[in-house]
């Protein structure tokens, strides 16, 4: 079983990651191999998340049906005076979007900074 | 032996990987260590590898006199209509960069994104 | 412990790495685990440590403080015609910056490039 974690740090870079995932979801499967995603994003890069960005409602819903786990940084979200109300319900909350990359990759994750 | 992945996706920046690589390679052999290196290119990444880059031709050839392993992404040749024979013939095509990256840093290569 | 290097190779991205480290710190001390942090700079992102940059002097010093290894990549500083003695002391300078991060990540350190 492969684990990747994605890090996006910038809101104009979500396009290139959701493809990236898209891209890797689709190798591993056509390969026969399993795959555990996770997009991490801090900075600006949580921005997508938000419950009004109605244009990426659907790519989200793909990536969520394909059970990419989607987490976000909270110190981003202090910052920025918001609360996990207002994002995708199912996107989860981590204390620190650093702490998440360095924990997961201590467990043998690889990862990819697109 | 060392084993370390360069992820090039954009063109603008090839001559900062080309450089590092270069250092990379000097660094271990005056250390007497050794080292395999790929150079992962997807996006515009993959453009100045493509043969009618002829400013680009001295650089490359000596990447692959040194062992640099060149793996472009076929989702990315895909998406611009080009095929492996628009490029270098050296050059390795892979399903997806984004693969090729996790399942590298699954088999314990390290990972640089200049 | 975890063990992480993040790489800086861009002068304008030093206080995201700032913030980054800090981050990191917070958020293992809270949580009552340990946690080991280089700063690898290379290309601009060495800059910051000049000792002329009064402007980041109480950061550096914060880092430093807090046990933070700030690495510079030798290949920058000779290519900018600069030596140690142009940068904060307590700064270790590195044969190559690439040649850091490939070793490290081989040692089984992460890697964040914010």
């Not at 960005?53 to 819903?61: M, Y």
């Not at 109300?85 to 043998?108: N, P, Y």
């Amino acid at each position: 079983m492969y684990k990747v974690i994605f890090h996006l740090d910038d809101e104009g870079r979500v396009g290139v990651v959701y493809r990236g995932i898209m891209n890797l979801l689709h190798d591993m499967e056509t390969e026969g191999e399993e795959v555990e995603v996770e997009l991490l994003a801090n900075s600006s890069g949580v921005k997508p998340f938000m419950k009004d960005k109605e244009e990426n409602k659907e790519a989200i819903d793909l990536l969520l049906e394909k059970g990419v786990k989607i987490a976000l940084c909270n110190n981003t979200l202090r910052v920025l005076y918001l609360t996990k109300k207002d994002f995708v319900h199912e996107a989860t909350i981590v204390k620190s979007g650093v702490g998440e990359l360095t924990r997961k990759q201590h467990e043998g994750w690889g990862y990819i900074k697109p």
